[in-house]
């Protein structure tokens, strides 16, 4: 049973446009989020985290957005640039501290 | 400092063959995951180590699968028997859980097991 999801495989934005990726996730208790960004043939980088207690996370063209009461959390790029071309993966913090994964969303940024 | 790293990069075996994957997490980190990645899928947890505890094996799919982690660092990951549907990309994870809600896993490049 998946309790996260990201309903687009695949988004295309345009470069100096705002990508929006969206996720959704089921489990009431999971309380910090994480967003990782996948290259080809390359392990998952740590992009940036939020915690419950915030609604808002900012780190330079990178803002993560949590809506509790909706279960929903998204990250905007912007700008998007070329080089942010990967699979994006939304991920929440179990009480035993794995990660629950969704099945990632594909960004293409186009010039 | 040197991040995670694997090996081997990728492993061809053939089915019913037993296999051995190996992760060498950041120094010092206290924590290491196995997560593995099938095509079109997220990644799917398998195993949790933490300093000297008991691992946490909720995520192994079957007894085939089994990993250990020597001396609080190298962990290796065993899957006997092999079968197709372990094609896989295999990741390793470390994390120091070091103060603050800093809960960040640092992957490495993974393994790609194919099983013919």
């Known amino acids: 049973d998946q309790q996260v999801k990201q309903n687009s495989p695949s988004l295309s934005v345009q470069e100096g446009r705002i990508s929006i990726l969206n996720c959704d996730y089921t489990?009431?208790?999971?309380?910090?989020f994480l967003w990782y960004k996948k290259y080809p043939a390359e392990g998952p980088t740590f992009l940036i985290s939020i915690s419950s207690i915030k609604d808002k996370n900012e780190d330079g063209r990178f803002t993560v957005f949590l809506n509790k009461s909706a279960k929903h959390l998204s990250l905007h790029i912007v700008p998007s640039q070329p080089g942010d071309s990967a699979v994006y993966f939304c991920?929440?913090?179990?009480?035993?501290?794995?990660?629950?994964f969704g099945k990632g969303t594909s960004l293409l940024v186009t010039p | 400092g040197a991040g995670v790293s694997q090996s081997p990069s990728n492993k061809v075996t053939e089915k019913g063959k037993d296999v051995e994957l190996r992760c060498d997490p950041i120094?010092?980190?206290?924590?290491l995951y196995w997560y593995r990645q099938s095509l079109g899928q997220g990644l799917e947890f398998l195993i949790y180590f933490q300093g000297n505890s008991a691992p946490d094996k909720s995520g192994l799919p079957s007894d085939r699968f089994s990993a250990e982690r020597t001396g609080g660092s190298v962990s290796t990951l065993t899957i006997q028997r092999t079968q197709q549907e372990d094609s896989a990309v295999y990741l390793c994870a470390s994390s120091s859980h070091a103060g603050g809600m800093t809960y960040e896993q640092y992957f490495g490049p993974g393994t790609r097991l194919t099983v013919t």
């Open positions: 120094s010092g980190h206290t924590a």
């Open positions: 991920a929440a913090l179990t009480p035993g501290y794995a990660l629950n």
């Open positions: 489990n009431s208790m999971f309380d910090y």
